[in-house]
């Protein structure tokens, strides 16, 4: 590789980092470089002299510097960036005009004269001819879909590429054609394959859309049963979540009251100063305890009814609490009545929901009271041995700092149940 390629690569890479948009995602300096080894696979296979390979491989490496300034009409601003550049590196004017006029070549709707405007119009457009033109095609998709040029659907985008290598474009070297075109056919063959799957696809969703739609109307209480399925699945699961607050701060009490019996009690003979406080504490601790069992005791039902209750549709057979002390023929019978009548069915779900909805808010009003008793107890014991210390000159400093520790070894687990609440 002469110096002035190594150079003229080294001016492209930086000029397409440091000045290129970010949304050109296909004609970047990956590009770049797939068509300058492109150029050279087709030099390499080709009798071109010396000087002509130069001028292919500048060309290459110049041709789409011009997305650093617009999309339109790049292939002239490409040129002229690549004159003012060969300039500077002392080019002749032969060479700086064969260059330009490979450039110019590269627009895809003009036609090429020359034979390296062919060899370099192929290099650019070899991926057609290549394995790994799906990913180069869909990264060109998305570049025109960021510009704002078009936004081509997945199925409008396989026609466009059908038209393009059916009809738009054709390889011109010997060398391509010996080599790339049986590729292109290729992907041609995958593309119109593709097509007709994506055509049978359609056929089918069309179908499943006309048969469900059809269903629908059939069946339109399926947003109802929707309805019930999801409301009920919502309720059950915020109890559920109620029952576990409930649960951890009894958790977290527990813990707290075993602090207060391990470390304080045993030196109030010692520090009677702190016996208020402790009793504040300890007071606060059991009622939240309490309230927290409350918040998630069960009720129970009487758990039977009566021929007269179903057929009135005044049992709920939703609820096992209506039938638990009933036989089974009885609560098979009773079923047999309810799903036979559809107005029932969806009487019983409504009293289901509705009397959740009651135990869900009893469980939150007294669960609100419990974490509001909780936050002011502990405020107050705060404050209370506040009191205490500061009331009594004569605390036994040592004493403190041994149960503050002991307190501390099992802070972290009763804070972490704390914020899990």
Request: hydrophobic fraction near 40%; include cysteine; charge should be positive.
């Amino acid at each position: 590789m002469s110096k002035l390629i190594e150079k003229t690569e080294a001016f492209v890479f930086e000029l397409l980092k440091n000045e290129l948009p970010n949304t050109i995602v296909y004609h970047n300096h990956t590009h770049t470089l797939r068509v300058f080894k492109s150029t050279k696979e087709i030099i390499e296979n080709s009798k071109i002299d010396v000087n002509d390979a130069q001028i292919l491989q500048l060309a290459a490496l110049l041709h789409d510097v011009g997305y650093t300034q617009t999309r339109e009409g790049h292939e002239a601003v490409s040129a002229k960036i690549a004159r003012e550049f060969l300039t500077t590196q002392n080019v002749d004017e032969p060479t700086i005009k064969s260059v330009e006029d490979c450039i110019l070549a590269t627009e895809f709707d003009s036609e090429p004269t020359t034979e390296l405007e062919k060899v370099l119009r192929d290099a650019d457009s070899s991926h057609f001819g290549k394995k790994y033109f799906p990913e180069a095609s869909e990264f060109l998709r998305k570049e025109l879909e960021i510009a704002g040029i078009a936004n081509y659907t997945p199925s409008e985008w396989l026609n466009e590429n059908i038209k393009v290598l059916s009809k738009k474009h054709k390889f011109y070297t010997d060398y391509a054609l010996k080599n790339w075109q049986s590729r292109k056919e290729k992907n041609l063959a995958k593309l119109i394959k593709s097509k007709k799957k994506q055509k049978s696809k359609i056929k089918n969703e069309e179908l499943k859309a006309k048969y469900k739609a059809q269903y629908k109307n059939e069946s339109p209480e399926r947003a109802i049963q929707s309805f019930y399925r999801t409301a009920l699945k919502n309720h059950i699961k915020l109890s559920d979540i109620a029952d576990t607050k409930a649960n951890i701060l009894l958790s977290v009490n527990a813990i707290i009251i075993s602090v207060v019996l391990a470390n304080l009690i045993s030196k109030l003979d010692t520090n009677p100063y702190l016996t208020w406080p402790t009793v504040i504490f300890t007071l606060f601790s059991v009622i939240s305890m309490v309230m927290s069992i409350i918040a998630t005791r069960p009720n129970v039902t009487s758990g039977q009814f009566t021929k007269e209750d179903v057929k009135n549709k005044k049992v709920n057979l939703t609820f096992f609490g209506n039938f638990h002390k009933m036989k089974l023929d009885e609560f098979e019978w009773a079923i047999n009545e309810m799903i036979s009548d559809k107005d029932y069915i969806y009487q019983s779900l409504t009293k289901d929901l509705y009397f959740l909805g009651i135990v869900l808010e009893r469980k939150y009003r007294l669960l609100r009271i419990t974490y509001t008793v909780f936050m002011i107890g502990i405020i107050i014991s705060l404050i209370a041995f506040g009191i205490a210390v500061k009331n009594n000159p004569g605390v036994n400093i040592q004493d403190v700092l041994n149960t503050t520790s002991q307190i501390k070894q099992l802070a972290p687990n009763t804070f972490n149940l704390f914020y899990m609440a």
